[in-house]
């Protein structure tokens, strides 16, 4: 498949079955990719839940990325309170990577940073995400904090990577 940056619509607004899907997306890449067990899935849509209920737009944002009318991407950011943001649920699927567009993501993420005024920023992943965290790293995160944990239905390394402003 030969698709052009140009040609994926990144909208702002959820819209009904987006949650859904995006659980789906982290549930199925993850557990082939990572081998994680049904508990992501799980961690993934509590804190979509959440995400959903506390929605606050003055302060939070999703970026949902489509082509032809199918989500291939998400990211959003999630107001923690004390000009802090989580970034979360950053995925794109593996045919639509090597493309900007999770560059392209992170740009929009970090301008929403600033305009909102914030003076820091922190997201969660696991060790075997290491294209993701170079692409973090190339924004400025730095790695902070690691611990082993099983949530995940195996044995992980989390780590936390911080970002301030």
């Known amino acids: 498949m030969s698709v052009k940056l140009e040609e994926i619509k990144i909208r702002t607004m959820l819209q009904a079955g987006d949650i859904g899907y995006i659980t789906y997306l982290h549930g199925i890449f993850h557990f082939n990719e990572c081998g994680y067990g049904l508990e992501f899935e799980g961690y993934v849509a509590q804190g979509l839940n959440e995400f959903l209920q506390k929605f606050n737009p003055a302060k939070e944002r999703v970026w ?19 000009d802090t943001a989580q970034l979360r649920y950053f995925i794109l699927e593996p045919e639509y990577r090597g493309l900007g567009l999770g560059k392209k993501l992170m740009e929009l993420f970090v ?19 290491k294209a993701a965290a170079g692409l973090y790293e190339k924004f400025g ?25």
């Open 111 to 129: 301008a929403f940073l600033r305009e909102k005024n914030y003076r820091q920023c922190y997201l969660w992943t696991t060790g075997e995400l």
């Open 64 to 82: 949902i990325c489509e082509h032809n009318g199918k989500i291939v991407g998400s990211l959003l950011l999630m107001d923690r309170g004390s």
């Open 141 to 165: 995160f730095e790695l902070s904090e690691e611990k082993e944990t099983v949530e995940f239905g195996i044995q992980v390394t989390e780590q936390r990577y911080d970002f301030f402003m």
